[in-house]
């Protein structure tokens, strides 16, 4: 007899995958060696599969994996509400001004430093 759904070895096809989707909490079992089996169909919502790298981390006790799939997509959802609330705005333009500012600002100070010590300034 199958197991529930999602709980095979076999990667599962995945209905949601045009967003990032969630997985209900499911009991899972740490053997001797701390490993833990993550079930097919949350593997699947995670967009991973055997052999793929992951990051994890730990947050007020709290054991987070992340995809660089579901990483990705996150950053460009951001970025796409970024630019639905900010329209016209480049944030690549202020980016570069904000440092050819900085770079302005070192010259700056570079030069002032070999001003005080004879030597020429720097263009």
Do not use: C
């Not at 967003?19 to 499911?26: K, R, T």
């Not at 001004?97 to 600002?105: G, I, L, N, Q």
């Not at 010259?107 to 002032?112: D, H, R």
């Amino acid at each position: 007899m199958p197991g529930p759904k999602g709980f095979s070895e076999d990667q599962q096809p995945y209905e949601g995958a045009g967003a990032l989707q969630s997985v209900a909490h499911a009991r899972l079992k740490i053997d001797s060696a701390g490993r833990i089996v993550i079930p097919a169909e949350m593997r699947a919502a995670m967009m991973v599969k055997p052999g793929d790298t992951v990051t994890a981390e730990v947050v007020e006790g709290e054991f987070r994996i992340v995809s660089p799939d579901v990483a990705v997509r996150r950053a460009q959802a951001f970025a796409n509400k970024f630019k639905a609330d900010h329209p016209g705005i480049s944030v690549v333009d202020e980016l570069i001004a904000e440092r050819r500012e900085e770079a302005r600002k070192d010259l700056e100070e570079a030069n002032a430093w070999r001003a005080t010590r004879g030597l020429p300034p720097l263009e």
